[in-house]
Structures are given as C-alpha cells and as structure tokens.
C-alpha cells in the first residue's frame, strides 16, 4: 500500500474511533463512582433518620396530651413527672409501744420510773386513788388522806428522818371542761414546804401537774427533810420522768 493510502486510512480509523467515543459516554473514575455511591448512602440513612425521628416525636406528644395537667396550654411551665402504675403504699404507723415502768392502778395510765437503789417502798391509798413513795415505813392514817392538811397526806409511821423522803401521786378531778383540762399542767419547780410537810420535818418540797390526753390530772408533791444532793436528784428524776402512755 502506498504513503497516501496509508495516510488516509489512519485519519479514517482515527474519526471512526473519536465517533465511537463520542457515542458511548466516558464512565467517571472508579474513587469518583465509590464517593458518589457513598454520597448516595448518607442521603437515605439522612432521609430514614428524619421519617423515624418525625414519627417519634409525634407519638411523644400524642401520649403527653393524652396526661390531663401534664402539658400546659399558652406556654405554661411543665408540670412535674407523670406517676405511672399505682402510687406506692405508705407504711402504716408502727403501733405505739407502751411505756416500760411501774403502772399503779386508778393514775390515768402513769408510768413511773421508781429510784434505783434499797430503801424505797410505795403504799397506795384506794380510797383517795393516790400512790405513795417514800424511803421509810408508811403506814395510811385512822382518818384516810380524804381530809389532809394542805390536801397533802403524810401516812408515816414516824416523822421523817434527815435525808428522808416521801412522794405523793394523786389524781385529781379538774373542775373545768375536757378541753381546759391541760390548763393544770405546771412544770417540776421547788416551792415552799406546805404545813403538812414540815409538820413531819421536811425542809424542801418539790410540785409538779400532769394532764393526760384524755384530761386526767395527776398531782405530784415530793417532802424531803435536809435531803443530799443525790436524794434531791431521786426525787427530781421521780416526778419529771412521770409520763402518760
């Protein structure tokens, strides 16, 4: 074949070749291919993420609604959480445990804490629902105590001997309605000795009232004739521990 033929044969392959490219669309390279298909990927999961979280929204504020109080209209603040189930019982109250201590009969339900130690002996007079405490021999009087002097009775055998002591527990009828009974109530205070007292030889007495719930009265008188420090305290700790329950 000559040069001229040749040469004219090569441009025509060359034009059929640039045809054909031109024909079938040139692919793109395969890292472009693999980030449009990752471009591709991240739109769905996008447009997946937006549909769930739309339809979790919606249902979130359909069952808030659906909770009377718990969304405010106008923009009101939020109430508190909802309770969900039923409300957890409260324990019941533990009953009452009685107080421990002596207990005497016809007192309204006072307790007493007795003192420690020897000597100590308790007489209760029925008749006059009064108890007696007092660290030597006592015996109730021919008369009973209905009719003691100063309304406070002395059943001693003998007068009191230094350092001695007699307590006197007596309920008392308040002469006034239920609801001013507690108005009787006075605290443990040292006061005068009544006549009753020093007749027997005592020297300091000691007075206190306490009321009830129920309205019961209870007087407490303590005689001491020249008592110790620690006599003194008994009798103190005697009458200020005396407690309804």
Known sequence: MSEPERTEQDLT??????????????????????????EQIRRRRRRRTAA????????????????????????????GP?????????????????????????????????????GWQTLADPATTSLFLGTQRMVLP?????HALDGFCTPLALALEEGGALVMFRRQEPKMPLGKAHDY???????????????????????????????????????????SQARLQQARDLLSSAAFG
């Not at 034009?15 to 669309?25: G, K, N, Q, W, Y």
């Not at 339809?55 to 603040?77: C, D, M, Q, Y």
């Not at 021919?142 to 209905?146: D, K, L, R, T």
């Open 13 to 38: 392959e060359q034009e059929l070749r640039a045809l054909l490219e031109r024909a079938v669309p040139q692919l793109p390279a395969p890292a472009q291919r693999l980030e449009r298909i990752r």
């Open 82 to 118: 909802a309770v969900v189930g039923s409300p957890t019982p409260r324990p019941s109250a533990a009953p009452t445990t009685p107080l421990a201590g002596y207990r005497p009969d016809g007192l309204g339900g006072l307790v007493l804490q007795l003192p420690r130690g020897p």
């Open 142 to 146: 021919a008369g009973g105590c209905a």
């Open 185 to 227: 109530a006075l605290p443990l205070t040292e006061a005068a000795p009544y006549r009753a007292c020093r007749t027997v030889g005592g020297t300091r007495q000691l007075t206190r009232t306490a009321v009830a719930p129920d309205g019961t009265v209870v007087w407490a008188v303590a005689c001491l004739a020249t008592p």
């Open 52 to 79: 769930v979280t739309g339809a979790a929204v919606l249902a979130l504020t359909a069952g808030l609604a659906a909770v009377p109080g718990l969304v405010r209209p106008h923009g009101g603040g939020h109430a």
